[in-house]
């Protein structure tokens, strides 16, 4: 019973260090000090004692743990994307480290602790400054790279009366309508709206602040649909639609 306590309680530790990592370390290089070292040891070290390969491994022993930790999570991403058709990216080394925890106990009965304490301390120590040193130069670079800023998203509607329409407008043929659009959000430079009356285009109508408005004229026709388009240059960025009937009108 001491030697398997004495094998469990390297692996355990690491394990139970990454499990709060996981559920209370926000995500990035807390998370990843907390938890990398359970991922690139555990799996590893549990399938040395199961090939039976501890003792001849001898100073390659950790190098070989991380390098079988490594496959195991390749192997265990394939597995779990043909199987759930996704990879738990964050969970999946976790996962693996608990699954394949109880192969520690598999080993030869004269082996030593396959990582002294000290060597850990040392270990955790380096690991630590080089996620920090590597996160500083990552914070450094996204902070100098220029950045653009997300243009406004340009709102474009009908407005006036013609924005509580909810059906068809009666119209008599040859009518003159004038039809108020707004248009907010960005910049309105070079924008104009277009209208068209059942595929046929109109001339543009530059956008003024906060809108524009567009003359038509009610076409024959007992339906016709009435398209005002926002457009830059030959480019159409937003429509509105409305639908004219002069039915009632003979």
Partial sequence: MKVIARRLALPVGLVVVAALGFAYAPPGIVRAVLVLPAALWVPGRGLLGLFGVLASAGRWRTPLSVLLSLLTLVV???????????????????????????????????????????????????????????????????????TQPARPYLQFALAGSYAKVTGTVPVAVGQVLRVPVSVSGGDTGGLAVQSKINGAAGSPVPVGAGGAEVRVSAPAGCLSQLSLVLVKGKTELRSVDLYLSSCAHG
Avoid: C, M, Q, Y
């Fill in 76 to 146: 265990g991403a394939l597995v779990a994307n043909a199987v759930g058709g996704s990879v738990p990216v964050a969970a999946l080394p976790l996962v693996l480290a608990v699954v394949l925890l109880p192969l520690h106990v598999i080993g030869e009965p004269a082996d030593g602790p396959a990582v002294s304490v000290p060597a850990l301390v040392r270990f955790g120590a380096l690991f630590g400054v080089a996620a920090l040193a590597t996160g500083a130069v990552l914070w450094s670079v996204v902070t100098a790279l220029p």
